[in-house]
């Protein structure tokens, strides 16, 4: 996925602008972007009305993804030990 050469916070700033009336070709034209990547911000991030929630929603998604790959390492360790002890001597 290309990444945008616009920062979540100008992102957001633009969208503040377009919820006081400007329409998209308007904001598409000023800021040099397809009129189409407006409507795609705002489902992404509709009901985000700060930085400070942007930011505390991606440290959730970075804490999410962390905690996954740590359940699934210890997973592994706890079969592992499971077969080492099912075993007879």
Known sequence: MRTSKFTDSQILAILKEYETGQTAKELSRKYGFHYQ????????????????????????????????????????????LKDVLSKKW
Not at 41 to 68: M, P, Q, Y
């Open 37 to 80: 990547t407006l409507h795609d911000w705002k489902k992404k991030f509709s009901g985000i009305n700060s930085t400070k929630e942007l930011a505390k929603i991606k440290e959730l998604e970075s804490e999410n993804n962390r905690l996954k790959k740590m359940f699934a390492n210890l997973s592994l360790e706890h079969e592992a």
